[in-house]
T-cell receptor, first 113, second 113 residues
Framework: GENVEQHPSTLSVQEGDSAVIKCTYSDSASNYFPWYKQELGKRPQLIIDIRSNVGEKKDQRIAVTLNKTAKHFSLHITETQPEDSAVYFC????????????FGSGTQLTVLP | DGGITQSPKYLFRKEGQNVTLSCEQN?????MYWYRQDPGQGLRLIYYSQIVNDFQKGDIAEGYSVSREKKESFPLTVTSAQKNPTAFYLC????????????FGQGTRLTVV
């Protein structure tokens, strides 16, 4: 089955700096890679996703890159703000998989004012 | 802020007792999932169901049971056989098939006392 590893487990950045979170996956059949944000005490919510037919996707201050050959993908947050502080989870699956998503272990991002 | 609802938000159980966590969705989603969240371990899949009256074990199914008698409902029972049940439980749903975005409930925090 799929195995997803996520690093780092904690990340602190100064407000305005960039943050990068990296994930690797094991199943070469995986073709869908979402990122979820979970604020304290709240449910995880999808913030961005990427499919294997593209290498990069941007949405305002967040971007995701995918390297299929190396089987890793990364979340990039630019111009960080205090409201970006949360736990971020990466995940992987292949579309049509009955199991849905395999999640990474999460990254606690803290943006320091 | 709705679509998928978990209840209760907090639940206390005495050792040796079974307890059932509720998950209801009105999104007309075919697929539903139960995850367990522990600090530093991400989201681990307990059970999943792609269709009514059918469900499969995930990675950590021991000590848990589910039913899927209605499309809208996917209750999880934590049995006395679960050795370490104290955790945060998240229910999710998705369209299934080639649509892979998962929508989460707000979670139930179960504490064994």
């Amino acid at each position: 089955g799929e195995n997803v590893e996520q690093h780092p487990s904690t990340l602190s950045v100064q407000e305005g700096d960039s943050a990068v979170i990296k994930c690797t996956y094991s199943d070469s059949a995986s073709n869908y890679f979402p990122w979820y944000k979970q604020e304290l005490g709240k449910r995880p919510q999808l913030i961005i996703d990427i499919r294997s037919n593209v290498g990069e996707k941007k949405d305002q201050r967040i971007a995701v890159t995918l390297n299929k050959t190396a089987k890793h993908f990364s979340l990039h947050i630019t111009e960080t703000q205090p409201e970006d502080s949360a736990v971020y989870f990466c995940a992987a699956t292949h579309t049509g998989s009955a199991r849905q998503l395999t999640f990474g272990s999460g990254t606690q991002l803290t943006v320091l004012p | 802020d709705g679509g998928i609802t978990q209840s209760p938000k907090y639940l206390f159980r005495k050792e040796g007792q079974n307890v059932t966590l509720s998950c209801e969705q009105n999104l007309n989603h075919d697929a539903m999932y139960w995850y367990r969240q522990d600090p530093g371990q991400g989201l681990r899949l307990i059970y999943y169901s792609q269709i009514v009256n059918d469900f499969q074990k995930g990675d950590i199914a021991e000590g848990y049971s589910v039913s899927r008698e209605k499309k809208e409902s996917f209750p999880l029972t934590v049995t006395s056989a679960q050795k370490n049940p104290t955790a945060f439980y998240l229910c999710a749903s998705s369209m299934g098939g080639w649509i892979t975005e998962a929508f989460f409930g707000q979670g139930t925090r179960l504490t064994v006392v």
